[in-house]
């Protein structure tokens, strides 16, 4: 990992902590964020901390897993990264569906937290 660019190694371990917390208590996710982030989850926009937290442990499931495909990271040019992450996910006893996120990360106090983030389930409607 060392010879991978500065803002590749910090949204990798970004994106494997996120996981992880999601994956096993969705409840911890408010240390990743601030009062001022943001989260799009399907199409539903909600502001801040405490609104985020509250969205991600109210979804309607037990237990999930998140399998990474891809991910991408880029620097922006006011000193923040921003990831995309595509992958698989798994919960309860539904089928596997796939799924896009984007996060925005920025540091404050010598702390990486998630300011933007968007989620879509990649599903289709061919009906």
């Avoid at 999930?64 to 990831?83: E, F, G, L, R, V």
Wanted: glycine residues 6%; proline residues 4%.
């Amino acid at each position: 990992m060392g010879d991978k660019p500065i803002w590749e190694q910090i949204g990798s371990s970004f994106i494997q902590h996120y996981y992880q917390l999601f994956d096993n208590d969705r409840s911890q996710l408010g240390a990743i964020y601030i009062d001022a982030s943001c989260l799009t989850w399907e199409g539903q926009q909600f502001q801040g901390k405490a609104a985020i937290v509250e969205k991600l442990s109210s979804l309607p499931f037990q237990k999930i897993q998140h399998n990474i495909t891809a991910q991408d990271h880029q620097p922006t040019p006011d000193s923040c990264i921003i990831s995309m992450v595509v992958g698989q996910l798994k919960a309860d006893e539904d089928p596997i569906m796939g799924f896009h996120q984007m996060f925005l990360l920025k540091n404050i106090n010598d702390a990486w937290v998630c300011t933007n983030d968007m989620f879509r389930l990649a599903l289709h409607n061919f009906g």
